[in-house]
Nanobody
Framework: VQLQASGGGLVQTGGSLRLSCVAS????????VGWFRQGPGKEREFVAA???????YYADSVKGRFAISRDNAKSTVYLRMNSLKPEDTAVYYC???????????????????WGRGTQVTVSS
């Protein structure tokens, strides 16, 4: 599976962005897809995930502001980000994996495929 993320940019505090991640190479619908991010000087962290069947999970820091969704027909996963804060500034990565159990959903090592990141910068 090849993943290509896009949609990052510079936005003011309180603004919105929608990231996209297009997958190619395998049956997209059978994969769990997730978004991770790595802020300046920080380790990469879990943001959101969508398991097969449409179950979604979020980090506490983005719950209520971010929404993950997928369009299997387009092999694309989206991350809608609202009410952005300066602390959301990071490089955002999409990832995909098969047979990820719920307890591993937030762990990088559970995902088999990664796209290149897209930079999101939120100005104060």
């Amino acid at each position: 599976v090849q993943l290509q993320a896009s949609g990052g940019g510079l936005v003011q505090t309180g603004g919105s962005l929608r990231l996209s991640c297009v997958a190619s190479g395998h049956t997209f619908s059978s994969y769990t897809v997730g978004w991770f991010r790595q802020g300046p000087g920080k380790e990469r962290e879990f943001v959101a995930a969508d398991r097969r069947g449409g179950f979604t999970y979020y980090a506490d820091s983005v719950k209520g502001r971010f929404a993950i969704s997928r369009d299997n027909a387009k092999s694309t996963v989206y991350l809608r980000m609202n009410s952005l804060k300066p602390e959301d500034t990071a490089v955002y990565y999409c990832a995909a994996g098969r047979s990820i159990i719920l307890s591993n959903l937030r762990q990088e090592a559970a995902y088999d495929y990664w796209g290149r990141g897209t930079q999101v910068t939120v100005s104060s």
